[in-house]
């Protein structure tokens, strides 16, 4: 058997979940990914809002939103690295249009030129990133 080909298969509640090598690190890599940003967004709100927007001060909304943004990361974070079950299989499930909606919201922040190009581009290319890990953690794990 090829290493690349290795699975892991996983009986929950009389259905089996099968998450091959790349499945299990991009799943693991993106719950990375969220418990950073979530914990950046809920206790350093203020660097994510300048590496968006440096040259303006922070305003209070901007603040109180990457809060929240991040108390929901962390979560969300957190479920990819449970153990098998239906909290990882239905974070797995939710993880492609969570992403998908933070890259169309980045794009069109950026298109609209309501950031700057650079920090556009920047959202733009992390969360595609993020959204192709959810894809391939989703595939590869679930089907």
């Known amino acids: 058997m090829d290493e ?43 660097v994510l809002l300048a590496r968006i927007d ?10 109180y939103a990457f809060r929240l943004f991040g108390v929901r990361t962390l979560l969300i974070g957190r479920d990819l690295l449970r153990p098998p079950g239906d909290a990882l299989n239905r974070s797995i499930a ?3 249009l969570i992403h998908a909606s933070d890259t169309v919201t980045a794009t069109l922040l950026t298109v609209g030129r309501h950031v700057p190009p650079r920090s556009g581009l920047m ?12 894809v391939v953690a989703r595939r590869r794990t679930l089907g």
Request: proline fraction near 9%; charged fraction near 20%; glycine fraction near 12%.
């Open 123 to 134: 959202l733009v290319g992390i969360s595609a990133f993020n959204t192709v890990l959810a």
């Open 54 to 63: 440096p040259q303006s001060p922070p305003s209070p909304g901007g603040v």
């Open 4 to 46: 690349r080909d290795v699975r892991s298969r996983h009986h929950i509640r009389g259905q089996s979940m099968t998450e091959d090598s790349l499945g299990r690190i991009a799943r693991i890599v993106l719950g990375i990914i969220r418990i950073a940003n979530g914990a950046l967004g809920l206790f350093a709100p203020r």
């Open 94 to 96: 939710e993880a492609p």
